[in-house]
């Protein structure tokens, strides 16, 4: 913001005249609601913003817009004391894509007389639709060392998705199985488990894949083809599923934490 900007939107009128509006800015660390103030706005600002919002559609004026902020995390709310009709937009919707936009968010909602159910519908619906689907992923076979004439192992799949900064996050995840013990050094041909490893990597220049299982064992293939770690190294341990299904959608559901779904994940 230049100076000049910041010296004509905090003359004394936009001051008085923001603190008469029912609009506040609420902070957990000082614990109340300031009236007429907006992270990140002037007190013009603030008046123009809350210019925007419409009566509510019951027809009560006024309504009461709100901006919570908690360590860092914003959300932006409008009320109605008459109906009742209450409305959250926060910084984590999909569609916000620019900073404050959870706020022309909310205002566009509430003019268009949206309930909350409506919004977390229109949320749940796009979860579901941007969630990683078992189609969606390849899993290949695991052989240890990356050797073809190991046993088979397991199944790991990589997947992988832009940071703002350009560079690469990925995640490999893994499904090995546990034989069933029939004493204490052998084990059976059956299946009992299938556990899930993972692993994330930041910053990455571009992404890999391991080569195809190799005849013979030759450690540095993997490194040669740019991959930062070998087939071998699964990770840390997440879970112990029934089935190999349960497992593959297990680690498709933590994707999801660090922002890997179906519009976001590099086709390879
Ligand atoms: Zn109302």
């Avoid at 027809?59 to 004391?81: H, Q, R, V, Y």
């Avoid at 499904?175 to 041909?189: D, K």
């Avoid at 391991?210 to 991959?227: D, I, L, Q, R």
Wanted: aromatic letters at 12%.
């Amino acid at each position: 913001m230049n100076k000049r900007g910041l010296l004509t939107g905090w003359d004394k009128k936009y001051v008085s005249e923001a603190k008469k509006l029912n609009i506040f800015c609420y902070s957990a660390q000082c614990d109340e609601e300031v009236q007429g103030v907006l992270n990140g706005f002037s007190p013009k600002d603030v008046i123009r913003i809350y210019k925007k919002i419409k009566p509510c559609k019951c027809g009560a004026s006024s309504p009461k817009a709100l901006e919570t902020e908690c360590m860092g995390d914003f959300d932006f709310s409008i009320s109605c004391n008459k109906c009742g009709r209450s409305i959250v937009r926060t910084m984590y919707d999909f569609d916000v894509k620019k900073p404050d936009g959870w706020i022309g968010l909310c205002i566009r909602d509430w003019n268009n007389g949206v309930n909350q159910e409506e919004i977390d519908a229109a949320k749940d619906a796009e979860h579901e639709r941007i969630r990683l689907k078992p189609e969606d992923v390849v899993w290949k076979p695991l052989h240890p060392n990356n050797l073809a004439n190991n046993p088979l192992e397991g199944y790991y799949t990589l997947l992988f998705r832009k940071q703002r900064d350009g560079k690469i996050f990925g995640y490999k995840w893994t499904i090995e199985f546990q034989y069933e013990e029939i004493g204490p050094a052998l084990s059976s041909s059956l299946i009992n488990s299938y556990i899930l490893f993972g692993k994330s990597y930041m910053d990455l220049d571009s992404v890999f894949t391991y080569p195809e299982p190799a005849k013979k064992y030759e450690f540095s293939k993997e490194h040669e083809n740019g991959c930062v770690d070998g087939v071998n190294d699964y990770g840390d341990f997440f879970y112990a599923y029934r089935s190999l299904e349960e497992a593959k959608e297990g680690a498709l559901a933590r994707c999801a934490w660090n922002g890997l779904n179906r519009d976001t994940t590099m086709k390879q």
